[in-house]
């Protein structure tokens, strides 16, 4: 008996390391779409990819990857 798979029906799963958490997505995004994801947007952050400060400018162009590790940081105001 042949076994037949569907490639539309292979999902990929990418596993990210996220402030030392690890969260799954089922596809690479960029940054500014991971902030979506994570309710940050509009908020003031600095984001680190694998070691590497993520310019701001560069948010929507920089995707994360598999065994991709980012630290995010929440600029918090008041006194």
């Known amino acids: 008996m042949a076994t037949f798979f569907l490639l ?3 999902k990929t799963v990418i596993e990210v390391m996220i402030n030392g958490k ?3 997505f089922t596809a690479a995004m960029p940054i500014s779409a ?3 994801v994570l309710e940050l947007t509009g ?3 600095a984001v ?5 400060i993520v310019p701001r400018s560069q948010f929507d162009s920089v995707a994360i ?3 991709d590790t ?3 940081v929440v600029a ?3 006194g």
Not at 48 to 52: K, S, T, V
Request: proline share 0%.
């Open 65 to 67: 990857a598999h065994g």
């Open 34 to 36: 991971v902030l979506a």
């Open 22 to 24: 690890s969260r799954q």
């Open 48 to 52: 680190e990819r694998n070691g590497d």
């Open 8 to 10: 539309d029906s292979v």
């Open 76 to 78: 918090v105001g008041g």
């Open 43 to 45: 908020k003031r952050v």
């Open 70 to 72: 980012l630290e995010i």
